[in-house]
Nanobody, 121 residues
């Protein structure tokens, strides 16, 4: 069984910064891609940023130049540094990790429980 746990959310003023962390733990053979998604009230969940096991990254246009995704493979952890935050960044942020629990098994997608980010003055 794989556990994915996010941390670092909170309330921040517009223009401020937050750093989210997400750690995968449990029965892990290998962690492949990791990503951050977000879901605002009344909206669909959307991809914010993703990172491959080799470090290749991709970002939603709305966060390019403001957010940075990174990972520590030794700790099975992914980070999201969020700068110049805007009220429209307010959402629940979810971590996604593609994990293989055995070399003989196909990797599976695992979600965290989410962490609230609120940008407001």
């Amino acid at each position: 069984q794989v556990h994915v746990v996010e941390s670092g959310g909170g309330l921040v003023q517009p223009g401020g910064s937050l750093r989210l962390s997400c750690a995968a733990s449990g029965s892990i053979f290998r962690v492949y891609a990791m990503a951050w998604y977000r879901q605002a009230p009344g909206k669909q969940r959307e991809l914010v940023a993703g990172i491959s096991s080799g470090g290749n990254t991709n970002y939603a246009d709305s966060v390019k130049g403001r957010f940075t995704i990174s990972r520590d493979n030794a700790k099975n952890t992914v980070y999201l540094q969020m700068n110049s935050l805007k009220p429209e960044d307010t959402a629940v942020y979810y971590c996604n990790a593609v994990v293989a629990t055995d070399s003989r098994l196909r990797p599976d997608t695992n979600w965290g429980q989410g962490t609230q980010v609120t940008v407001s003055s």
